[in-house]
């Protein structure tokens, strides 16, 4: 940014003068966000191309968050965005970003890198979401932060069948347990 990138104005008594006459000082921001900010898990549903309609609702929910990533992500976030289908060696998650982030751009490279090719764990018409959620509750309890965490689940899917793993009651009590 440099100076030319700022136009300042004084109103004096309704008239408008434009200041051409400053200098600009570029300083490091040692705000405390902490109060402020959040730590969040971002679940994104996978599917694949094979699922015709089901991967149009993954798009837009695709184009939503990575649109608005701007507007929700705050300096000093942690933000991590996961894609989830079945279990996929012994995994239900698959990590977009690697880490906790509040860049911007590591995040939108994440999903930029997201596939809708066709695997055994993307293609069937059930998501393990209970299981995902159970996953990302114990992925938040492990950052070490005193900020709020929370998971923001993006699927039009739901638990279609009772499968081995934990159920609603059970995902719910732990989020409790661990003030998420």
Known sequence: I?????????????????????????IEDTSDYSE???????????????????????????????????????????IKIVEFSLIDDGNILNDLNSEFTDDISLLKTGLDNMSIE?????????????????????????????????ILLLSEEYQTKAGSGPSSTDVIRLAKEKGI
């Open 2 to 26: 440099s100076e030319s990138s700022f136009v300042f104005s004084d109103f004096n008594e309704g008239d408008k003068t434009v200041i051409d006459s400053f200098e600009v000082e570029v």
């Open 36 to 78: 402020m900010n959040k730590c969040v898990i971002i679940l994104l549903e996978k599917s694949s191309s094979e699922r015709g309609k089901k991967v149009e609702q993954v798009v837009t929910f695709y184009n939503a968050l990575y649109e608005s990533l701007s507007g929700f992500v705050n300096k000093g976030d942690k």
């Open 118 to 150: 066709p695997t055994i764990y993307n293609t069937n018409n059930v998501t393990e979401i209970y299981g995902a959620l159970s996953e990302a509750i114990n992925q938040l309890d492990q950052v070490e932060t005193k900020m709020p965490k929370s």
